[in-house]
């Protein structure tokens, strides 16, 4: 039995494992094992009746892309300290060698799983009048719009390329999806060898004509290329061919002492795409031949390649969940306007001023986030705004407003971090927009990414100056933010606003920060004060007091917190955690974590806030208890080597909002809940028979959040239930 009601139901009796060292590296779980089990979780939601058809085949898209990062960041890591010779062991005793072993036979599981998984959705949107189709089942309509397509649409954009000791075997690109054909010349039979690089820039499917019948017709690109052959190839027959997909080392590597920051980042990146291969997706049953040639010609061992008894490049399955069919998408859902903000007519000055307020995302709009620094482009009265990216999307509203803002003869200073993975060139782009319009735009620290996610904005009030800052547990990205759960925090309290301010001087002018008032940052003080305040817990605990931590995170991997929870576990102290991804801290095991418990929340929406409560003498919720938002997981990256903010939430609604909404919420939550097992298993919740499971994501919809309501206070915190399918 697994019951996932963290809120209201006991801690679980703690199992007796008997080859687990409470002082040795037993202690931990694996972190890359871990976020596998992650990805596990996230692909059985493609298998999950109570999801939306489509909805399950974008969950296994989105498994598919996690496990291409994977690949490309921590999977070429270990492949690059194991040849190195580097036999250092993770956290938990494991090798690069060993570690590499282990993840192999689970991603290979995992693949065989994504492929079984998309052969019977399929077979369910074949139900649903949703068809993907081989080259041999069109019609002789279809052959002649096809036809016309190839040579206006795909055509123009295709570079065959011959191999042959004139031609060597061309470069790949990372992420690269190839044919490779053996053709023969029909007039004496010459063989031609030759790659054939399908061009992302055009959908990887296309859309058939329905002729009336309701019907949704694709055909995979790959299929209309072979279909196209003697076009391509004017007077030879296709003998053999499969497709191939090849990913590349992604990591980055910069000179410590580049004078030009950002033309290194732009030289690094042409680097990342020529980076070594990690892994080869080949189509099932491809030909010795084509198989010996590719192998060689990339240089990778068998070790590397993986055969795919499907399709190749399942994270390109997205393109498939269509808008025009709803009835296969999940419910439309409106973010809501915060009663507060209309209040006041849209002046989201005024709204801060009356009291601070905290939005949760997406439930209620990321549009007030915009309109913050929009009305503050617009404002006479503002005359400084500084603000933090992270990663934000292309054509950022954001960095539209503050290039307004600073040609409108604003200070503005942006701090781009040029170190987001996989977005640094959109980083760079918007620097230089930036760059061009007036703003001071700095890059922070070459060691260290800047996460915290910070807005300040400077506001002449009367005769004084005002400061209304903004903290963040997300990106300052519109498009993500329609996804990712996360919170804002908008605040004109001095303190807060001193801190902010204290923090960005940190980053662009590198002098250490004095005493904070209201705020940690990492990597001087976050840790150890989390690490204090659990001790804390520890001393209540031992002196009769309650002793209880709430904590949700997207990542559990620092020892050294993970040993200060294990300690306070053996004080006594009840610890309840809600970890998405990656955890590598041992539950409920007798001796070592017995009063430990984790969960993680896998659903409609990424769980991607991070929120600590230390219970302070008392049990949770109390209105005693220490509440914090924060930018940093529980990881030695985010805690050692970013700059991080830890926010103590002080306005008795927000903290009541946080505490008792929020984390009630997600501690209730069963019905996309798994419990995490002491051998690093994860387990649903038991659905009894008529049980009605409770949903924090259904539950976020249709109930706002304390803070944006208009003349509501804490003293309204809504009873945890919602509406029944």
């Known amino acids: 039995m697994c019951n996932a009601d963290f809120l209201n139901a006991s801690f679980p009796e703690a199992s007796t494992v008997e080859d687990i060292d409470p002082h040795g590296p037993s202690r931990f779980f694996n972190r890359e094992l871990s976020w596998l089990a992650f990805n596990w979780r996230v692909l059985e939601e493609a298998s999950n009746p109570d999801v939306p058809l489509l909805e399950r085949v974008r969950f296994l898209s989105i498994s598919a892309t996690n496990l291409d990062e994977f690949y490309s960041v921590r999977v070429a890591g270990l492949r690059e300290l194991q040849r190195n010779g580097v036999t250092r062991p993770a956290a938990d005793g494991r090798t690069p060698a060993e570690q590499l072993v282990l993840i192999d036979a689970d991603a290979r599981a995992l693949m065989l799983r994504q492929q079984e998984v998309w052969a019977r959705l399929q077979e369910q949107m074949e139900a649903e009048g949703i068809s993907l ?9 279809d052959r002649a719009f096809l036809a016309r397509h190839f040579l206006e649409q795909v055509f123009p954009v295709l570079s065959p390329l011959a191999i042959d000791p004139a031609h060597p075997f061309p470069f790949i690109p990372n992420e690269g999806l190839s044919l490779a054909l053996e053709l023969s010349r029909k007039k004496d039979g010459r063989r031609l060898l030759s790659l054939l690089p399908i061009p992302h820039q055009i959908a990887r499917f296309v859309i058939l004509p329905g002729h009336g019948s309701g019907r949704k017709r694709f055909l995979p690109l790959e299929e209309l290329l072979l279909d196209n052959i003697s076009a391509l190839f004017p007077g030879y027959k296709l003998v053999a061919n499969c497709a191939f997909r090849v990913l590349r080392d992604s990591d980055l590597e910069v000179e410590e002492e580049a004078e030009d920051l950002v033309r290194e980042f732009e030289i690094a990146l042409k680097r990342r795409r020529r980076g070594e291969v990690i892994r080869l997706s080949l189509s099932g049953n491809a030909p010795t031949s084509l198989r010996n040639l590719i192998r060689g010609a990339l240089q990778i061992s068998e070790d590397e390649v993986v055969e795919m008894g499907g399709i190749v490049g399942i994270s390109d399955l997205g393109e498939l969940v269509l808008r025009d069919r709803p009835d296969l998408l999940w419910p439309k859902f409106t973010p809501r306007v915060p009663e507060r903000v209309q209040d006041h007519d849209g002046d989201i000055f005024a709204a801060i001023l009356q009291k601070d307020m905290l939005l949760h995302h997406p439930y209620e709009t990321f549009d007030m986030v915009i309109r913050f620094l ?26 539209a407003a503050l290039c307004e803002a600073a040609e409108d003869g604003k200070s503005v200073t942006a701090l781009v971090e040029l170190k987001a993975r996989f977005d640094e060139a959109a980083n760079i782009r918007q620097s230089r927009r930036l760059e061009r319009s007036g703003a001071h735009v700095v890059y922070g620290f070459l060691d260290w990414k800047t996460h915290a996610k910070i807005s300040t904005v400077v506001r002449r009030e009367g005769d004084r100056l005002v400061t209304y800052t903004h903290f963040g547990t997300g990106n300052y990205h519109p498009i993500t933010a329609r996804i990712y759960t996360d919170l804002s925090l908008f605040t004109c309290d001095p303190a807060l606003g001193r801190d902010a301010t204290k923090v960005f001087n940190y980053v662009s002018g590198y002098a250490k920060p004095g005493a904070l008032e209201n705020l940690a940052i990492s990597p001087d003080g976050l840790k150890a004060a989390l690490i204090a305040a659990i001790q804390t ?72 806030s991070r929120i600590v409560c230390f219970g302070n003498g008392r049990a949770l919720p109390s209105k005693k208890a220490r509440v914090y938002i924060s930018s940093a997981d529980w990881m030695g990256r985010n805690l050692d080597r970013r700059v991080e903010t830890l926010v103590e939430i002080k306005n008795k609604t927000v903290h009541a909002q946080v505490m008792s909404q929020i984390m009630a919420a997600n501690l209730a939550d069963q019905a996309q809940s798994w419990v995490l097992q002491t051998d690093g298993s994860f387990l649903r919740h038991h659905r009894k028979p008529g049980e009605h499971l409770f949903s924090c994501h259904r539950f976020f919809m249709e109930n706002p959040s304390l803070s944006g309501r208009g003349s509501v206070g804490a003293k309204d915190v809504p009873e945890l239930t919602h509406t029944r399918d």
């Open 133 to 141: 189709l081989h080259r041999d089942e069109l019609t002789a309509d």
């Open 374 to 399: 929009k009305q503050a482009a617009a404002d006479p009265n503002v005359l400084a705004i500084k603000q933090t990216l992270y990663r934000t999307s292309n054509e950022s509203p954001i960095v």
């Open 537 to 608: 817990e520890i001393d209540n605990a031992k002196a009769g007091k309650p002793g209880e931590i709430w904590a949700k995170l997207n990542a559990l991997v620092e020892s050294d917190v993970i040993d200060a929870l294990y300690r306070a576990s053996a004080a006594g102290v009840r610890i309840s955690l809600v970890v998405r991804g990656i955890c590598g801290l041992r539950p409920g095991v007798r001796g070592l974590s017995e009063n430990i418990r984790v969960k993680s929340i896998v659903g409609r929406f990424l769980e991607h």
